[in-house]
C-alpha cells in the first residue's frame, strides 16, 4: 500500500522536475512488485514491512474486530529480524496516510477493511508450522488453520489439504490422470510462503490497478515515460527472488548500455560528431554468466538440477555447488 503512494509521488516529482511549468493531469503506473520475497522472510525490506505491520497498527486506530491481531512479535513473518520500527519513521502517522490515499483514490471502506483482512490472513498463514508424520508432512497445531482460513473465507480442510499435498498431473495420447502426492516439511512450508506471496502480490496488483483508475483520463495529453528501475540489493539471507531481481537490474542495465552509450557513441563515429569518448563496463559479461546456453550460466545449471533433485534442498545445494565448481 505505501508502495503505491510512495510511487505516485515519485512520478510527480520526477514530472514536476522536468516540465515545471505543466501540471500533471494524469498517471498511469506499470509495476512489478519485487519484493514478494521478503513478505515471508523479513529482514531489513522497508515496502512490506510498512503494509504488514500497518495492519496491527489498523487495529489500534480503526475498530477491526475479527482480526484476531495482536503483539507483532507474534507473527513469524514479522518477528524474524526482531525489529518492529525504523528510525524517523512515524508508522501511525504513516498509516494515517495511507488511509486518506485510499480514500482519495475511491477504495470504499468495505474495500479498505477488505484489503486488511487479507493481509491479516497473510499474517495468520505464516504462523502455520509443520512437522513430519511418517515421512510426510502434517501442521504442528490445526488450530492455526482457523484464523487463516476465516479471515481468506476458504475451507479449513481444504486449505490444510492444499497445504500439504499437491497434484501432479500426467498425461499421455489422449488421456491424462491425477496423482496427489504428499509434500515434506519443507516443501509443505514453500507452499504456505509461495500462497502467501501470491495473495500479496495480487493485493498489490489491485491497488495500483485502483491508482491508474482514479487517476485516468480520455483525453490525449503528451506522454512522459519514467522507468524506475530497482536497485541492486543483497540481504544476509539472498534466495532465488533476489538472485532474479537483481538479473533484471543487470539485464534492464544491459538495455540501457546498448541503446544509449554504445548505439549513440557509434552513429557519433558514422556522421563524424567530435565528441569526447565515455569509458563504460558493459556488462554483457555478467548476464552471459547468468542466461547462457553454451557454456551454461548458472540458470541452465539449476535448471538441470532441479529437474534431477526433489524435496532436498540440501542435497540440491550441494549438487549445484558441485556442477558449478566443475
Known amino acids: 500500500i505505501s508502495c503505491v503512494c510512495t ?17 500533471c493531469v494524469c498517471t498511469h503506473i506499470s509495476c512489478v512488485c519485487t519484493h514478494i520475497s521478503c513478505v515471508c522472510t523479513h529482514i531489513s525490506c522497508v515496502c512490506t ?14 475498530p477491526a474486530e475479527g482480526l484476531g491481531l495482536t503483539n507483532m512479535d507474534y507473527y513469524y ?8 520500527s525504523v528510525d524517523d519513521m512515524d508508522d501511525s502517522k504513516d498509516f494515517q496516510e495511507v488511509l486518506h490515499a485510499m480514500d ?3 477504495i470504499s471502506s468495505e474495500d479498505q477493511g477488505n484489503i486488511f483482512t487479507i493481509i491479516a490472513g497473510i499474517l495468520h498463514l505464516g504462523n502455520i508450522s509443520f512437522v513430519e508424520q511418517a515421512n510426510y508432512a502434517i501442521p504442528e497445531d490445526d488450530g492455526f488453520l482457523q484464523f487463516p482460513s476465516y479471515l481468506l473465507a476458504v475451507d479449513t ?8 499435498s499437491r497434484v501432479m498431473e500426467s498425461r499421455w495420447g489422449g488421456k491424462s490422470e491425477s496423482v496427489d502426492v504428499k509434500l515434506n516439511v519443507e516443501q509443505a512450508a514453500f507452499t504456505r510462503d509461495a500462497l502467501s506471496k501470491a495473495l500479496y502480490s495480487r493485493l498489490f496488483d489491485y491497488l495500483v490497478t485502483s491508482v491508474n483508475k482514479a487517476m485516468a483520463t480520455k483525453t490525449e495529453q503528451i506522454n512522459i515515460g519514467i ?5 541492486f540489493e543483497i540481504f544476509l539471507k539472498n534466495g532465488f527472488e533476489q538472485f532474479c531481481i537483481n ?14 552509450l554504445k548505439a549513440e557513441q557509434e552513429e557519433y563515429v558514422q556522421e563524424g560528431i567530435k565528441w569526447t569518448p565515455i569509458d563504460y563496463f558493459n556488462n554483457r559479461i555478467v548476464c552471459d554468466l547468468i542466461e547462457s546456453k553454451r557454456p551454461p550460466g548458472v540458470v541452465s545449471i539449476m535448471d538441470d538440477v532441479c529437474a534431477t533433485m526433489h524435496g532436498q ?7 549445484l555447488l558441485q556442477v558449478m565448481l566443475y
Open 7 to 23: 510511487h505516485i509521488s515519485c512520478v510527480c516529482t520526477h514530472i514536476s522536475c522536468v516540465c515545471t511549468h505543466i501540471s
Open 49 to 62: 514491512r510498512i503494509s504488514l505491520i500497518h495492519t496491527c497498527i489498523y487495529c489500534m486506530y480503526v
Open 77 to 84: 513473518y514479522l518477528n524474524q529480524s526482531g525489529t518492529y
Open 104 to 106: 482519495v483514490i475511491g
Open 157 to 164: 480442510a481444504r486449505l490444510r489439504e492444499k497445504l500439504i
Open 227 to 231: 522507468l524506475d528501475i530497482y536497485g
Open 247 to 260: 538479473f533484471v537490474n543487470e539485464k534492464l542495465q544491459q538495455i540501457f548500455i546498448e541503446l544509449t
Open 313 to 319: 534442498s540440501e542435497g540440491a545445494d550441494l549438487k
